[in-house]
């Protein structure tokens, strides 16, 4: 059984920080493509950072400078340090898995950006 957990969402001040993490099990994850997406309340689902199996990593431009995504293939998870949070980070963020046409979802953790 396939399972993506993430953990580590909250409630911030603007410029505040939080790390996510995601947990993954069930699948052999060092092949697997891995990503951050978020949705926000009335918007669609959207790509934060996508970290390859290879390793590489892009982030959206609204993020870029702000937010460092990792992974440990040791570990079987993935990271996403966030840094100077504003009000418009505020969602539910989701971690992804692919490999070729096989993508799996985690059930999401809300982070909200609020003084």
């Known amino acids: 059984q396939v399972q993506l957990v993430e953990s580590g969402g909250g409630l911030v001040q603007p410029g505040g920080s939080l790390r996510l993490s995601c947990a993954a099990s069930g699948i052999i994850f060092s092949l697997f493509d891995m990503g951050w997406y978020r949705q926000a309340p009335g918007k669609q689902r959207e790509l934060v950072a996508g970290i390859i199996s290879g390793g590489s990593i892009d982030y959206a431009a609204t993020v870029k400078g702000r937010f460092t995504a990792s992974r440990d293939n040791a570990k079987n998870s993935v990271y996403l340090q966030m840094n100077n949070l504003k009000p418009e980070d505020t969602a539910v963020y989701y971690c992804?898995?692919?490999?070729?046409?096989?993508?799996?979802w985690g059930q999401g953790t809300q982070v909200t950006v609020s003084s």
């Open positions: 992804h898995a692919r490999y070729s046409t096989t993508t799996y």
